[in-house]
């Protein structure tokens, strides 16, 4: 739900305001429909930076002079390198290097995406890949997440809305996206240092969480906000 407000105001940012940068994860780099003037990017995945260029200039309505930027960091002392990425970016280098990609003139992204594929997995990894694949597209998401290695996050669904909660305690019906949208995730222990209560007596792994029950946990939380 608050991300939905924040989402909202980076959309009227975009439309009203021009000289701001938008420091994201990789959480911004696919399904949001944004359109920034320029997009940097430290080298991961060609996929990455392909994604990285649907939220600039998107729909070209912001004329020819935009530009995405692949950056790494010389200093690996001060910005140490994650291994797991090398081959990643390793395959996105030689891509650069063969003139595959170029800021001169489009590029088929599907061939791109191929090429480095092959830079980047062996033979046998490669048909590993398309399992994953393949088991995503038949919804076989157990399998997914066990080829994947998908780390297992013990926490609870903590719900912040009281209609909800009293929606839920009368067995009314609340949809799937209603409750992420109303909800947070929170590890057990900070459950039971908080007492926080259960919506029901007998389920252990749905909560409430009033929102005028502030926990403040840290003198240097987010400014004019708190770490939960």
Known sequence: MHRAN?????????LHQSDWVLVATSLVEAGMDFSFAAGFRQRASAASLIQLGGRVNRGADRGNDCCVLDFDFADTQAFPDNPSLKSAKDALGFLFDNGDIGSDEPCDLKTVCLKAMKAEFQVAQQFGA???????????????????RVIQSDTRTVVIDRDMV??????EAVSPRELVRHSVQMYPHKISANAVEPIFGDVDDLFYLPMKHI???SAAAIPQGYFI
Do not use: G
């Not at 924040?6 to 975009?14: N, S, T, V, Y």
């Open 130 to 148: 398309l399992e994953k694949v393949q088991a995503e597209q038949a919804m076989n998401y157990p399998e997914v997440a066990r080829e994947c």
């Open 6 to 14: 924040i989402i909202e105001r980076i959309k009227a940012l975009l």
């Open 215 to 217: 926990l403040k946990q």
């Open 166 to 171: 009293t929606r839920l305690r009368n067995f």
